[in-house]
């Protein structure tokens, strides 16, 4: 059973439009949310987190909007850049818990130039 | 941030062999280090964390007979992979929780493990 889902497995955007990759979660005490970026054979890295007392959080091109009614997240990039092809994750968490990350499956963009 | 490096990058095997990969916390004291384990196209599926000074929390399903991790200091655990078969041929990651509320972890660059 999957509590985190990330049902589209790739999308392509052109250069300088806007990228939005979307996350479903299923445990409604999920109540922190992160998205990871990872290149090919290395670690994810940190991108940018929201916590459940918040519906929007930016940071430069990237901005999460967390709708917890409809246990939906979303990760907008803008303007995509040939460099943000990746693959993204979505991970959620219980804030002060035991700090495990349940992650998706990922999202595989492509910004072409 | 945390920087998080692994050893091996790569390590190539033969079945029944065991294969050793260390994690180490460079510029972070880490109580807690989690391991993951990705198959191509899958998540990252969190396989065990890592307590130092005392026994990893495993998660359902994993053996750990079969994964051995120690984390006898703040900045190190090893996962030790023990007679390797070939469908534990996978990319293994580690991570260094920070402790704080925010539950963000910093993650080393991955060990990809060929069993053969």
């Known amino acids: 059973d999957q509590q985190v889902k990330q049902n589209s497995p790739s999308l392509s955007v052109q250069e300088g439009r806007i990228s939005i990759l979307n996350c479903d979660y299923t445990?409604?005490?999920?109540?922190?949310f992160l998205w990871y970026k990872k290149y090919p054979a290395e670690g994810p890295t940190f991108l940018i987190s929201i916590s459940s007392i918040k519906d929007k959080n930016e940071d430069g091109r990237f901005t999460v909007f967390l709708n917890k009614s409809a246990k939906h997240l979303s990760l907008h990039i803008v303007p995509s850049q040939p460099g943000d092809s990746a693959v993204y994750f979505c991970?959620?968490?219980?804030?002060?818990?035991?700090?495990?990350?349940?992650f998706g499956k990922g999202t595989k963009l492509t910004v072409n130039p | 941030g945390a920087v998080v490096s692994q050893h091996p990058s790569r390590v190539i095997c033969k079945s029944g062999t065991s294969v050793k990969i260390e994690c180490r916390s460079l510029?972070?004291?880490?109580?807690?280090m989690f391991w993951y384990r990705q198959f191509p196209k899958q998540s990252l599926m969190l396989m065990a964390t890592?307590?130092?000074?005392?026994?990893?929390?495993?998660e359902q399903g994993v053996e750990k007979d079969k994964f051995l991790i120690n984390h006898a200091s703040l900045t190190l655990s090893t996962l030790t992979v023990t007679s390797a078969h070939p469908e534990d041929s996978s990319f293994y990651i580690c991570s260094v929780g920070l402790q704080s509320s925010y539950n963000e972890q910093f993650f080393g660059p991955g060990t990809r493990l060929t069993v053969l």
């Open positions: 510029d972070f004291q880490a109580t807690t």
């Open positions: 445990n409604s005490m999920f109540d922190y």
């Open positions: 890592s307590n130092e000074g005392s026994k990893a929390t495993y």
């Open positions: 991970a959620a968490a219980f804030q002060g818990g035991s700090e495990k990350l349940v």
